[in-house]
């Protein structure tokens, strides 16, 4: 940057002191100087800290908070916390840490949320990068026993923002005049207090959390209060929500999603965002306070069931983040809790809610999540829970939204119930799941010979899209060639691109078909006990032996070679059963 622009960055800085200069001038030179700061050079930053750095302290320190969003004054307030925001993390920003985050911090306390939630992230990033700036205990500590009071009057805030009477009455004047008429004439709603605010308390997890670890062993004895008084947070829901989930257990349902009579929803978005912010945080801070998290552990399972029921169906993002929170619960102990909470989590309403763009874009991570909840609860589910779970599985395995990696899980979980079935359900209904099982392999082994002819041909050309704006005058050969999944809204999962096709899809089939060779040989024994009592079990053997020796195509994709040997075998079947003779690693253990 040259001599030039510094010097004309110090004047702005100048002008920002004058008591002189007006708000709406103040404004504007701050949005200049906020469109630069991402070009500020390394050999200039330390004289331009020093110019505007003081300069915008005293401006936030002197000026009172506005809660007017159209005011000039929050206006030039929040241009330069966002300035403040995006400054380089530099050498040079180091000896003014200090300073800017107690201003931060101090500020979170008066300001509006909007400029609370500034001021918490610039706090928050200065903190991660710079470690030292929160090894004060006289500055850090007291800073959660503010956050603390927030959550504790959150019930209070809960109410007050969901009363039906108090917004009726703040959307009409004395005279029965409508809101728009007040807004037309000037005024506005103002601004919410950064202790009034859930946008404020979504930000505050993350600062807590690098104060925990810092002071780790200093804490440790007040942990589980804290964590207590936050996890109460969770629980909290507005009247109406509550209400549509009393009448729904009244007639013996399962309510999911937002209550259609809820005042204030984009408030409502906003709460279930900071509830899922500070579930995320207990999950994340259980590594360091595992002592502390084992008081608790028992209520984990319904908050995730909770908020899995009170998601909005246009919040994927919070869906999403629930569930990731909840693999990681069950590599925990919390995880011998979950299975009473198995029949809801088996619900699709409950994962995926009831939203399309969650019902495509989490389907993959939903089936991922119940396949470690079903592994880890597979010996604790009751008969019900096996017969839904078997169900299920069984179609995520002809799933064609989920990519092969998730079908051959699907095997693999089916092959985990095998023997919890027989433990819990008699010869006769045991018998039934698991030629059920079976049965849903022999079709998957039989889609996939089918199939083979279409993946080597499409393996081998270039395929056309339908979304693809570039001009192609090639003309599809059939109906086959067209690639239709390409065309959704939504695409999705399993669309593989054309230059990972050859080398990964295959690779994958390869361990599907080995995945339900080994199923078919766990599975099998425990309904035939050696010998075949009717004439379906022959017919079912014969069915996934000859699907089995036609997969052999995948092992050797050239088509003569694969056809004369799956001729041979065949062949042999009329005195002797002798498969085909492997010849890699793979084939072997898929032969054996």
Known sequence: MSSRVVAQCESYAERLRDDSVGTAAKYSIACELRDAVDVFQPEDYARLLDALLPAFTSLLRDQSPSFIASSPEHKLRNAILEIILRLPHREPLKQHARQIVDLALALTKTENEENAVLCLKIATELSRDFAHLLQDESKSLPYLTFVAELYQNLEKLVQETFDRSKIESSSTDGDGH???????????????????????????????????????????????????????????????????????????????????????????????????????????????????????????????????????????????????????????????????????????????????????????LAVSMTTDLLLQARNDLTGPQLERSVLDFCQHLHDTRLTFQLQTTSVKVLMALGEPIMKTFDQEKAKVLISYILEALVIKLESLAQAFPSLIKLSKRTRIVLCDGEKNDKMPESADDIDFDRSRPIQLSLVPRERDYESKIPNDIVTLLKCIAVGWRDLSPQIWEGEWKEAEDAVQFSRIFIGFLRCYDYFTPDPSVARQRYVEAANSLATRIVPPRPTSKDEREYVE
Request: hydrophobic fraction near 40%.
């Open 178 to 364: 409508s809101e728009a008429k007040t807004t037309v004439e000037g005024t506005e709603k103002p601004l919410p207090k950064s202790t009034e605010s859930f946008k404020f308390l979504i930000e505050c997890p993350m600062f807590v959390a690098l104060v925990l670890q810092i002071h780790q062993k200093t804490i440790e004895a007040d942990v589980p209060k804290l964590l207590e008084v936050i996890s109460k947070a969770i629980e909290i829901r507005p009247a109406a929500q509550v209400e549509a989930h009393e009448a729904a257990i009244a007639k013996g349902e399962t309510f999911v999603g937002v209550a259609p009579d809820m005042p204030n929803r984009p408030a409502y978005l906003d709460l279930v965002n900071m509830q899922v912010k500070t579930l995320s945080f207990l999950v994340y801070i259980t590594r360091y306070f595992e002592s502390a998290y084992t008081t608790m552990e028992q209520k984990i399972p319904s908050y995730f069931v909770r908020l899995l029921r009170d998601c909005p169906p246009e919040a994927t993002t919070n869906r999403k983040e629930v569930m990731i929170a909840l693999r990681h619960v069950l590599q925990s102990h919390a995880r011998n809790f979950f299975s009473t909470v198995v029949d809801e989590l088996l619900l699709p309403e409950v994962l995926l809610g009831t939203g399309n763009t969650a019902r495509e874009l989490i389907h993959p």
